[in-house]
């Protein structure tokens, strides 16, 4: 039984562009709206360009209202009771979309706080809370007993609740696999990448001279752009450097650019809404998140539009990154590696053209539009069938 024309329920915490959930919700909502299905829209607080993201919504309503819906996906959700109660309400018609990794890590990036090492083990109450609770108690909301709950019990709670979930969403194979070693049964967790917008064509790309390497992200330590700075010093080749993206460790890394001489190849462009634009006018994308990304968004959305990238293999990465088709991948954290991989593309513009054809060719086959619709239809499908 098809569900187009259905009511469909979006749930979450932020109401604007606040990160790569809500570009993702905003993304599909868009879509979803467009084959058909009438779309609510649930969050707590508002963010950046609040009227443009809620514009795909034929509606909005309050986190205290339980509004008719006949499907309803969750895609970021704090507080564990309030998913109880959403249990309660939907039962079998609620499903929930994971994004990163708070579900099963209460520190939320799945890399220790001493050395950044990523971290590979499923979750345990003890040793998980007692990571997470190794940060500066500035970060602590609520005071230390608040704290204690949230990274112990609160996550544990969470974790718990997602199990019995009926129908779980993730973007990529190695979130699948994530949340299999975290006790959710494999048979109720679907794969469904996100949709790219893939421009019909491509207008001439010019001519840079030096070639302009492109970062697109938060300036968040996962992000690893310090990596990408202490790389640069070791690239041999002219170049020019655009960090697109805001976050709190931003003047951390305009100082390390000034220590380390590369601030005059460094432009930090903040936050852009259009960042389209820029994939057309760089020659390079280049991802050096170190944290395992469950999925790197950004990474196909350059490939679209004809950039190579270079990234760290981990995580999410793999499942986009095709070295030697899409990019260039290099070991996680190999900063002289990374190093080399920007070298040989910044050199060699016959092959920035030819991998960047492979990346767009990659992006149309497999992230289109279309296909996650097709996806998204099947997945809700089945659900109808079971509900």
Sequence with gaps: MSIAGKKLLF???????????????????????????????QFRQPDRDREKFLAPFHRVVSPEETPEADFAVIHKIQDPS??????????????????DHAWYCPRSYRYTPFGRRNCTRPYSMIRCGLCAMATSPRRWQGGFRAEISQRFSGCKKQLELLRKVPHVAVLSGFMRQNLADNGIDPARIT???????IPE???????????????????????????????????RRPFRLIIAGEGNQRTELEELACRLAVKDRVTFAGWVAE???????????VLPFFWQEPFGLVGPEGMARGLPAVAFR??????????????????????????????????????REKLGAGARKFVCEHFSEGEFVRRFRSWMD???EKA
């Design 11 to 41: 749930i979450s915490e932020r109401a604007g562009f606040a990160g790569g959930i809500e570009r993702f919700i905003f993304h599909t909502a868009r879509l979803l709206r467009e084959a058909g299905f009438d779309l609510t829209g």
């Design 82 to 99: 309030r998913l109880e109660k959403l249990l309660e309400v939907y039962g079998e018609r609620l499903a929930v979309c994971v994004h």
């Design 191 to 197: 794969v469904i990448p996100p949709p790219v917008s």
């Design 201 to 235: 064509t491509l207008c001439r790309r010019p001519e840079n001279d030096p070639p302009r390497l492109l970062f697109t992200g938060q300036l968040i330590r996962g992000k690893g752009v310090d990596l990408l700075l202490r790389a640069l010093p070791m690239v």
């Design 275 to 285: 960042p389209e634009k820029l994939y057309a006018e760089c020659d390079i994308s």
């Design 314 to 351: 981990m995580g999410g990465v793999e499942e986009w990154l095709r070295d030697g088709e899409t990019g260039l991948s290099v070991p996680p954290r190999d900063t002289a590696g990374l190093a080399a991989a920007i070298d040989k593309l910044l050199e060699d513009r016959v092959l």
């Design 382 to 384: 089945a659900k109808g």
